[in-house]
């Protein structure tokens, strides 16, 4: 059995983990916002975030599948000069939380 592994990634490897489009359904279903359209995830624009140093990710892995993800993005507060991150997504799995 593969080890969880835990690291710093790219949008890429989020993007193309072979059971992404089941755990997107899983996040999706049990942190939907009633208030917000469905969820329609924008892989391009999380790119560019990723691109201009302003959004990071960690993955959760488990050989090559995607277990959990949390999603980061930063950048500096052009009335302050001050830095601030947000936390975007945080998920894990059913399955794999303990």
């Known amino acids: 059995m593969n080890p969880l592994v835990i690291r710093q990634c790219k ?7 072979p059971n992404v489009e089941a ?6 279903s049990e942190s939907h916002v ?11 624009h999380y790119q ?4 201009a140093g302003i959004f990071s990710v960690i993955g959760a892995f488990i050989g090559d599948y995607l277990i959990g993800f949390v ?3 930063s950048n500096k507060l052009p ?5 601030l991150s947000i936390t975007e997504s ?3 799995a059913k399955e794999h939380r303990k």
């Open 11 to 17: 949008v890429a490897d989020i993007q193309h983990a």
């Open 79 to 83: 009335h302050h000069g001050a830095a």
């Open 90 to 92: 945080f998920f894990v």
């Open 48 to 51: 560019a975030l990723e691109d």
């Open 23 to 28: 755990l997107m359904q899983e996040y999706a």
């Open 34 to 44: 009633i208030e917000l359209p469905a969820p329609n995830v924008q892989w391009g």
């Open 71 to 73: 999603a980061i993005i």
